[in-house]
C-alpha cells in the first residue's frame, strides 16, 4: 500500500433521524491489517456508522476517508468498487438461487446480475468456486442458498462479498443468530482472510469472540466513542463495564 494514513478514518460523522441523533460527531479509524471490533449497546448506533461508511444513507456531517481518498459523496457501489465490503446483520441471499448463483451476483458497477443476461464467465465462476472453498462450502455450490443453515448463509454472503476483492470488509453481527457449531468456522475464516490481507472492521455482541478475534476494540455508546483499545484494557475498563458489559 502506497498511500499513507489509516485504511478508514471517520471524523466528526454525525447522522440525525428527526430528533434523534443515532451518531454524534463519531470520530473512528480502522488500521490496515487489523481486524478493529465495533461494540456497544443496542441502539448506540452501529449499523447507523455502517450504513454512512458503505453509503447506503448520506451523513448529516463529518467525512469518511477510504484508502486515502475521500469518499462520503459517492455512492455505495462506487465505494464498493474501491474495495470497501460488507456483510448484514440479515442475510439478504436469493434463497431460490444456487449458491453458486449468488455468489457471482454482484457485479462491480452495483447492479445484479439477472442469470439470463449477463453470462457468467469461466474465471469468475472458477473464482466463485474458489471462494465457496475458503469459507468451507465448496460441497454446497449447486445448491438451493434457502436451503443452508443461516451460519452457512452467512458464508456465501461473505464469499459474494469477498468476489469484489474488497481490502476491508465490514461484517455486521457475523455470528448473530449463528449455530454455536459454526461460530468456530467462522472465526476462523476471517482469521484466515485477515492473513491473507484482508482488513476488518466487525459489530458483534458476542463479547467473548470479539475479545478473542479483533485488536482493537472500540466500545459505543450514544452515537460515539467512549472507550477504544486493546482486548484485555477493554475487557478491564471500568467505563465499558458500566455502558455496557454490564448492562
Ligand atoms: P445499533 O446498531 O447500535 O443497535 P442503530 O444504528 O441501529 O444502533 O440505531 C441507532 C439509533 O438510530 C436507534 O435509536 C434507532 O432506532 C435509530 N435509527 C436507526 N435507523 C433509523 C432510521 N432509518 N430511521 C429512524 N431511526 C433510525
Redesign the pocket.
Given at each position: 500500500d502506497a498511500e499513507p494514513g489509516p485504511l478508514l478514518t471517520v471524523r466528526g460523522v454525525t447522522k440525525r433521524?428527526?430528533g434523534?441523533t443515532?451518531?454524534d460527531g463519531a470520530d473512528l479509524t480502522v488500521e490496515r491489517g487489523s481486524i478493529t471490533a465495533l461494540i456497544?449497546?443496542?441502539?448506540?448506533?452501529?449499523?447507523?456508522?455502517?450504513?454512512l461508511i458503505t453509503g447506503t444513507?448520506p451523513v448529516d456531517a463529518g467525512t469518511v476517508t477510504f484508502a486515502g481518498r475521500r469518499i462520503d459523496a459517492l455512492p455505495p457501489w462506487s465505494r464498493a468498487h474501491l474495495g470497501l465490503g460488507r456483510t448484514f446483520q440479515v442475510t439478504r441471499l436469493f434463497r431460490d438461487m444456487t449458491v453458486l448463483q449468488n455468489v457471482v451476483a454482484p457485479l462491480p458497477d452495483g447492479r445484479l446480475r439477472t442469470m439470463f443476461a449477463d453470462a457468467v464467465s469461466g474465471a469468475e465462476a472458477a473464482r466463485a468456486r474458489d471462494l465457496l472453498g475458503i469459507v468451507g462450502l465448496a460441497d454446497f455450490a449447486a445448491q438451493q442458498a434457502g436451503a443452508l443453515s443461516y451460519g452457512q448463509q452467512k458464508l456465501v454472503e461473505l464469499a459474494q462479498v469477498l468476489m469484489l476483492e474488497p481490502r476491508l470488509i465490514l461484517l455486521d453481527e457475523p455470528a448473530g443468530g449463528v449455530n454455536p457449531s459454526l461460530l468456530g468456522r467462522i472465526t476462523e475464516v476471517i482469521r484466515e482472510l485477515n492473513r491473507a490481507g484482508v482488513t476488518f472492521l466487525v459489530?458483534e455482541h458476542n463479547i467473548p469472540m470479539v475479545l478473542d478475534l479483533c485488536d482493537p476494540v472500540h466500545v459505543?455508546a450514544r452515537?460515539r466513542p467512549i472507550a477504544s483499545g486493546p482486548p484485555e484494557a477493554i475487557r478491564a475498563d471500568p467505563v465499558v463495564l458500566d455502558a455496557y458489559l454490564g448492562e
Open positions: 433521524f428527526g434523534l443515532a451518531v456497544g449497546p443496542n441502539g448506540s448506533g452501529k449499523t447507523t456508522l455502517f450504513n444513507m459489530v459505543f452515537g
